[in-house]
């Protein structure tokens, strides 16, 4: 089946250093992807959506500066988490959509666990 | 305003009986609706989706309905298992069949041996 992976699957920092989180499709393609963010007991905020070669496309109220999405290529997007505060540690999660594929279908990473000291 | 709603946080049942999930939304005309499975430090497992014009939808021991005109799905476990325990969480398409999905409060369902 397909798999998405994030990498790194854990992370700590301190405040105001930036975070590099990566999500690869490793057996397909995926023209776009999506990120979550998670907080403790609740439920998957979608932050963006990452379309590859063109500008991410963000929801309401994410910040676009703080949160930058790069989506290079066809397997690969990036999320990084600029000038990390202690409140942006969350559980980050992207899902990639198949190239080509039917618009209900996207497969989801393990996520990304974020601390920020 | 735009909702999508899982009327019970947490549900506890006993092994052996049929849980009963419920996920409601208002302001959306979803052209499916899907329901994942999420453990603790986990991203979700889809599970099933169900197209607004379908009523139900089966697999093995689970079930789902779909309420286009309620504004409603009904997610049964049957014949539940402690390993049934998990966060169950809805998910629909805000525009209409789109490949963007967003996602329901989500259920903690706790099975008790």
């Known amino acids: 089946g397909a798999v998405v992976s994030q990498h790194p699957s854990r992370v700590i920092c301190k405040s105001g250093t930036s975070v590099k989180i990566e999500c690869r499709s490793l057996?397909?393609?995926?023209?776009?992807m999506f990120w979550y963010r998670q907080f403790p007991k609740q439920s998957l905020m979608l932050m963006a959506t990452?379309?590859?070669?063109?500008?991410?496309?963000?929801e309401q109220g994410v910040e676009k500066d703080k949160f930058l999405i790069n989506h290079a290529s066809l397997t690969l997007s990036t999320l990084t988490v600029t000038s990390a505060h202690p409140e942006d540690s969350s559980f980050y999660i992207c899902?990639?959509?198949?190239?080509?594929?039917?618009?209900?279908?996207?497969?989801f990473g393990p996520g990304t666990r974020l601390t920020v000291l | 305003s735009q909702k999508i709603e899982q009327n019970s946080e947490a549900l506890n049942i006993q092994e052996g009986k049929t849980a009963t999930l419920t996920c409601n939304y208002t302001?959306?005309?979803?052209?499916?609706l899907q329901w994942y499975r999420q453990d603790p430090g986990r991203g979700p497992v889809f599970l099933l989706l169900?197209?607004?014009?379908?009523k139900e939808k089966r697999k093995e021991r689970l079930k789902v309905t779909f309420d286009t005109t309620l504004k409603q799905s009904l997610f049964h476990i049957t014949a539940s298992q402690p390993a049934d325990s998990a966060t169950y969480l809805c998910?629909?398409?805000?525009?209409?069949?789109?490949?963007?999905?967003?996602f329901g409060s989500g259920t903690r369902l706790s099975i008790r041996p």
């Open positions: 302001n959306y005309s979803p052209a499916y």
């Open positions: 899902s990639a959509h198949p190239s080509g594929g039917a618009t209900d279908t996207q497969y």
């Open positions: 998910a629909l398409d805000p525009v209409s069949s789109a490949s963007k999905i967003i």
């Open positions: 169900i197209r607004e014009n379908e």
């Open positions: 990452s379309n590859e070669g063109s500008k991410a496309t963000y």
């Open positions: 057996d397909f393609q995926a023209t776009t």
